[in-house]
């Protein structure tokens, strides 16, 4: 009596379950990549937010500047403006704090310096962003 094999084609189950082994290490190792792109895009996106709010800011206070904004601090004592200037964008507050000096060698030239910070879970203030604009008391943007 002789036996005949026939050739198969396929994979043996020893086979799928090495594949699937070495399938699962390799996705494993970018699970972390993930949650860190994730981290990034949330952080980035506060930031960007932020530098908008911060140019929105300066650009209304080139509009309406008016005489509470022509003080005679010099820019290595600045004053600080009351704003109180709190705005709610993407489902996150955003505190505008604004300093304002005159330049000392220009006597019609003021510096604004406009930080943007926001609420971390913490309940504390965190600093995004800093800008620096000038405006003269002429409304002219300088």
């Known amino acids: 009596m002789s036996i005949r094999f026939h050739k198969q084609d396929g994979f043996t189950l020893v086979e799928l379950l090495a594949a699937m082994t070495i399938l699962g290490i390799v996705l494993i190792a970018f699970i972390p990549f993930f949650s860190q792109h994730a981290n990034f895009v949330r952080i980035t996106e506060d930031e960007l937010t932020a530098i908008n709010l911060a140019d929105k800011v300066a650009q209304e206070m080139k509009e309406n500047a008016d005489s509470s904004f022509f003080v005679q601090a010099s820019c290595d004592n600045p004053s600080e403006i ?54 003269t008391d002429d409304k002219g943007a300088a």
């Not at 704003?83 to 003021?110: A, F, G, R």
């Open 82 to 135: 009351e704003s109180n200037h709190t705005e709610m964008i993407n489902n996150k507050n955003y505190y505008v704090k604004i300093e304002v000096c005159q330049q000392d060698d220009v006597t019609s030239l003021y510096q604004a310096k406009i930080e943007i910070y926001t609420d971390s879970s913490n309940q504390k203030w965190r600093l995004l962003t800093h800008v620096y604009t000038y405006f």
